[in-house]
Protein backbone atom coordinates (compact mmCIF):
# COMPACT_ATOMS: atom_id res chain seq x y z
CA UNK A 1 0.00 0.00 0.00
CA UNK A 2 1.38 3.37 -0.85
CA UNK A 3 -0.60 6.57 0.86
CA UNK A 4 0.36 9.90 -0.72
CA UNK A 5 -0.50 13.47 0.40
CA UNK A 6 -0.21 16.36 -2.04
CA UNK A 7 0.57 19.89 -0.95
CA UNK A 8 1.84 23.40 -2.33
CA UNK A 9 -1.19 24.36 -4.10
CA UNK A 10 -2.52 28.09 -4.02
CA UNK A 11 -3.73 30.99 -5.74
CA UNK A 12 -0.98 32.40 -7.89
CA UNK A 13 -1.18 35.03 -10.52
CA UNK A 14 -0.15 34.64 -14.27
CA UNK A 15 3.61 34.04 -14.71
CA UNK A 16 3.76 32.70 -11.26
CA UNK A 17 5.24 30.20 -9.70
CA UNK A 18 4.27 27.34 -7.62
CA UNK A 19 6.04 24.09 -6.28
CA UNK A 20 3.67 20.94 -5.81
CA UNK A 21 5.16 18.37 -3.10
CA UNK A 22 3.67 14.71 -2.97
CA UNK A 23 4.84 12.80 0.59
CA UNK A 24 4.27 9.12 0.11
CA UNK A 25 4.32 6.12 2.67
CA UNK A 26 5.04 2.99 2.64
CA UNK A 27 8.38 0.69 1.12
CA UNK A 28 7.12 0.70 -2.13
CA UNK A 29 8.11 4.83 -2.80
CA UNK A 30 11.42 4.18 -4.50
CA UNK A 31 10.15 0.86 -6.56
CA UNK A 32 7.23 3.23 -8.06
CA UNK A 33 7.25 4.95 -11.34
CA UNK A 34 5.22 8.56 -10.06
CA UNK A 35 3.23 10.68 -12.02
CA UNK A 36 1.37 14.01 -11.63
CA UNK A 37 -1.96 14.59 -13.82
CA UNK A 38 -4.44 17.36 -13.62
CA UNK A 39 -8.32 17.97 -13.41
CA UNK A 40 -10.09 21.41 -14.61
CA UNK A 41 -13.81 21.69 -14.13
CA UNK A 42 -15.90 19.92 -16.78
CA UNK A 43 -12.67 18.48 -18.10
CA UNK A 44 -11.43 14.70 -17.83
CA UNK A 45 -8.56 13.89 -15.53
CA UNK A 46 -5.18 14.94 -18.01
CA UNK A 47 -1.48 13.88 -17.58
CA UNK A 48 1.06 16.49 -16.61
CA UNK A 49 4.43 14.64 -15.90
CA UNK A 50 5.96 11.65 -14.90
CA UNK A 51 9.48 10.59 -13.24
CA UNK A 52 10.79 6.81 -13.48
CA UNK A 53 11.47 4.88 -10.11
CA UNK A 54 15.35 5.86 -10.28
CA UNK A 55 14.69 9.68 -11.31
CA UNK A 56 16.81 8.99 -14.82
CA UNK A 57 13.89 9.42 -16.70
CA UNK A 58 11.44 12.39 -17.04
CA UNK A 59 8.74 12.73 -19.72
CA UNK A 60 6.12 15.84 -19.96
CA UNK A 61 3.10 16.80 -21.69
CA UNK A 62 3.35 18.80 -24.44
CA UNK A 63 1.34 21.35 -22.54
CA UNK A 64 4.04 22.19 -19.57
CA UNK A 65 7.12 21.28 -21.02
CA UNK A 66 9.76 23.75 -20.96
CA UNK A 67 7.89 25.01 -18.08
CA UNK A 68 7.15 22.53 -14.96
CA UNK A 69 9.54 19.57 -13.66
CA UNK A 70 8.90 16.98 -11.77
CA UNK A 71 11.73 15.45 -9.59
CA UNK A 72 12.11 13.37 -6.90
CA UNK A 73 13.71 12.39 -3.71
CA UNK A 74 13.81 8.40 -2.99
CA UNK A 75 15.25 9.08 0.66
CA UNK A 76 12.44 11.48 1.27
CA UNK A 77 10.28 9.52 -0.12
CA UNK A 78 8.50 12.55 -1.91
CA UNK A 79 7.96 13.57 -5.22
CA UNK A 80 7.79 16.89 -6.04
CA UNK A 81 6.45 19.57 -9.58
CA UNK A 82 8.05 22.67 -9.35
CA UNK A 83 6.04 24.80 -11.72
CA UNK A 84 6.89 28.35 -13.76
CA UNK A 85 5.72 31.02 -15.68
CA UNK A 86 1.66 29.22 -14.88
CA UNK A 87 -1.13 30.54 -17.05
CA UNK A 88 -4.53 30.49 -16.52
CA UNK A 89 -5.13 27.58 -18.21
CA UNK A 90 -3.06 25.26 -15.72
CA UNK A 91 -5.94 25.86 -13.24
CA UNK A 92 -6.97 22.51 -11.61
CA UNK A 93 -6.58 20.14 -9.12
CA UNK A 94 -3.69 18.14 -9.39
CA UNK A 95 -2.71 14.68 -7.89
CA UNK A 96 0.41 12.51 -7.55
CA UNK A 97 0.01 8.78 -8.59
CA UNK A 98 2.35 6.00 -8.31
CA UNK A 99 2.52 2.90 -10.23
CA UNK A 100 4.86 0.05 -8.46
CA UNK A 101 6.84 -0.30 -11.65
CA UNK A 102 10.52 -0.11 -13.00
CA UNK A 103 8.86 0.34 -16.51
CA UNK A 104 8.38 3.35 -18.42
CA UNK A 105 5.83 5.91 -16.48
CA UNK A 106 2.53 5.63 -17.91
CA UNK A 107 1.07 8.51 -19.39
CA UNK A 108 -2.67 6.77 -18.88
CA UNK A 109 -4.23 7.51 -15.97
CA UNK A 110 -6.22 4.29 -15.37
CA UNK A 111 -2.50 2.46 -15.46
CA UNK A 112 -1.55 4.23 -12.05
CA UNK A 113 -2.24 2.28 -8.56
CA UNK A 114 -2.46 5.18 -5.96
CA UNK A 115 -3.67 8.14 -5.82
CA UNK A 116 -3.06 11.22 -3.11
CA UNK A 117 -6.37 13.69 -2.42
CA UNK A 118 -5.54 16.41 -4.63
CA UNK A 119 -4.15 19.88 -4.39
CA UNK A 120 -6.03 22.96 -6.47
CA UNK A 121 -3.79 25.47 -8.48
CA UNK A 122 -5.46 28.47 -9.52
CA UNK A 123 -4.18 30.82 -11.64
CA UNK A 124 -5.64 34.31 -11.98
CA UNK A 125 -5.27 36.52 -15.04
Known amino acids: QVQLVESGGGLVQTGGSLRLSCAAS????????MGWFRQAPGKEREFVAA????????YYSDSVRGRFTISRDNAKNTVYLQMNNLKPEDTAIYYCAAKTSFLTPPRAAREYDYWGQGTQVTVSS
Open 26 to 33: GRTFSSSA
Open 51 to 58: ISWSARNT
